[in-house]
């Protein structure tokens, strides 16, 4: 599966097609690197393991049932937020709408696993200033924390300069991966996945 970027005009859209064009982007690239390479399965068995999103997080909530919770996912990534920031909701906003995406999941199914992964770097440029972003990721964090069914990755760390904004190495536009980016996101991703028993691959000790 081909990793692909949004063009700058469909990024600009509002509406369904904006939030469809950014999840499936995110959803295939995600899916591109989650497996280990010779993994066997076919793209169809790989969407239906694994539910993806990076969408707004009112508007991941409205497509939850639909996209992932009908798949009857054997995990959950998610990685929210990020638009929330550009469109200015507040951190406290956006993690009441978490709260609501994380219940609507164990309401579903309490113990499929989740891997929530921290909002990453970008800048105040792009509307996201550090600031915020740390505000919303310890937001999120509190709604799960304690609850063995999420496990939080930090994929801020893994993008963010000592100053705190997206490292250009990983991102052309300090807010899109490139595919050294998802390749990066796709290996921290995968020791979680071998714990949770989905690859051949060392399991984390989470130390």
């Known amino acids: 599966m081909a990793l692909r970027s949004i063009p700058a005009e469909q990024e600009a859209a509002s509406g369904p097609s904006r939030v469809a064009n950014a999840y499936d982007a995110i959803k295939e690239a995600i899916l591109s690197?989650?497996?280990?390479?010779?993994?066997?399965?076919?793209e169809q068995e790989i969407a239906l393991r694994l539910g993806m999103s990076r969408t707004p997080v009112h508007e991941a909530l409205i497509r939850l049932q639909e996209d992932v919770l009908s798949l009857n996912p054997a995990a959950i990534v998610l990685l929210l937020g990020t638009n929330d920031l550009e469109v200015g909701i507040a951190p406290e906003a956006a993690g009441r709408n978490f709260a609501k995406i994380t219940a609507a999941i164990k309401a579903h199914n309490p113990r499929?696993?989740?891997?929530?992964?921290?909002?990453?770097?970008?800048?105040?440029?792009?509307?996201?200033p550090r600031e915020t972003i740390a505000a919303l990721n310890a937001v999120f964090e509190g709604v799960v924390r304690g609850d063995p069914q999420f496990t939080v990755i930090d994929s801020w760390a893994l993008f963010a300069t000592a100053e705190g904004d997206m490292d250009p190495a990983w991102s052309k536009d300090q807010l899109h991966l490139n595919p050294e980016g998802y390749a990066r996101w796709g290996a921290a991703l995968r020791p979680i996945f071998a714990t949770l028993g989905f690859l051949d691959t060392a399991a984390d000790d989470f130390r």
Do not use: I, L, T, W
């Open 112 to 128: 499929v696993p989740v891997v929530v992964c921290r909002v990453m770097p970008s800048a105040a440029a792009k509307k996201r």
């Open 33 to 42: 690197n989650v497996f280990a390479p010779g993994h066997q399965g076919s």
